[in-house]
């Protein structure tokens, strides 16, 4: 009995060592900075009855990209501690055999500029609206509301031409310190008027105007992907509307709280903001 007992086990400890030499994990990149995108690609050999992963104390949403295979697409906060972090993974397969294991990913220091704005008398009541808070939670709670299928392909383009004014990440501080906070986009300055298009293609989940925002459009890319754009002046499509890659959705203005007339591009994956500078620079996701 004791023998059998034992050819048991060991037969156990060889299925599990053979399931899990046969998942395939891709970490990119495996060193990443705050504020950047983090992909996880896992292919197995078989179909998953339940698939768990846990990173930065949050578990983590996984979409089927193809037969037997997932990806998760995070976004790394702004404020993370720069220094290695754990990916635990708990997988069940559909013969009940349960794998539980880890990877390490590296978070990289990235330096911020810090800005000090003026807001002119006018507009700096919007520094402590209501509005502004109620805004953001909106606005946070709409980029939460995953579509399934991945509507973005290939690298995201620039929405509108000019320089950017104010980059991904910057402390700022308003009115000598009367309000602060961190850029959670990127700022393109042209004049009143410029053109705006899609950085990819999606569905419009919000378009409408703000208070503190000023003329808003929010588009979904897909699984967990959001662009979130401030400012405009003309909002050219509505709720519910396809868009396609490099498609007109409006102009650029000076509205809601700005000091000048420029568009504000944030981009959102799995619930936190990223710099959309990197999704112009390299295919994520592909």
Known sequence: MKKFLIAIISLFILSFSVQAQE????????????????VIYLESPGTLKDLGVEFLGKEIRFYEIGKDRYRAI?????????????????????????????????????VFKKEVLSIPPEKS???T???LRREGKRI??????????????GRFILPAEGRISSPFGAYRVYNRGKASWRHKGIDIANKEGTEVVAPNSGIVVISEDMKVHGGTIIISHGQGVFSIFSHFRERLVKKGEGVERGQLIGTMGQTGLTTGSHLHWGLCASGVVVNPLEWTKRKIGD
């Open 23 to 38: 998942l395939n994990i891709r970490i990119e990149p495996k060193s990443v900075g705050q504020g950047e995108t983090l």
């Open 125 to 127: 009541k919007h520094l």
């Open 140 to 153: 946070g709670k709409t980029c939460k509301k995953e579509e399934g299928n991945q509507l973005w392909e």
């Open 129 to 131: 609206s209501k509005y």
């Open 74 to 110: 995070l976004g790394i906060p702004l404020t993370t501690e720069p220094e290695r972090y754990n990916i635990l993974f708990r997988i069940k397969t559909k013969r009940g055999l349960g794998i539980e294991w880890k990877e390490t990913v590296q978070v990289k220091k990235i």
